[in-house]
């Protein structure tokens, strides 16, 4: 059996700093929440693949997030970490409604 997704309401829009990570976790899931400078909004498993750094802590930069510990460059679009470093992150739907910030998992 498996579970359906499941639209969560995490937090308002408002309370969530522009390029500054917000962990949080959801169903034994850690996740890293971030509201992008163009007010877009993602969500990724928060442990770098390989570093399992705390990427709520990492430095934004445009639609990317650095590992805090090695400066890993990962995508908050795809999950995808970039060359020359390898591994993925998994990604999350997460969407702004009546401004309020909903994650599906």
């Keep these: 059996m498996t ?3 499941e639209k969560i309401k995490i937090i308002d829009l408002a309370s969530l700093p522009i390029q500054i990570g917000k962990e949080v976790v959801i169903k034994g899931e850690s996740i890293a929440l ?3 400078s163009n007010e877009d909004v993602r969500s990724v498993e928060s442990k770098c693949p390989g570093t399992n750094g705390p990427l709520a802590e ?3 930069s445009g639609e990317y997030v650095f590992c805090p510990l090695r400066d890993w460059k990962i995508s908050l679009i795809t999950g995808e970490v970039q060359k020359p470093d390898d591994g993925i992150v ?3 739907k997460t969407e702004v409604i009546d401004g309020s910030v909903y994650i599906t998992v």
Aim: proline letters at 8%.
């Design 90 to 92: 998994k990604t999350y």
């Design 3 to 5: 579970n359906s997704p």
């Design 58 to 60: 990492g430095i934004v």
């Design 34 to 36: 971030f509201r992008l």
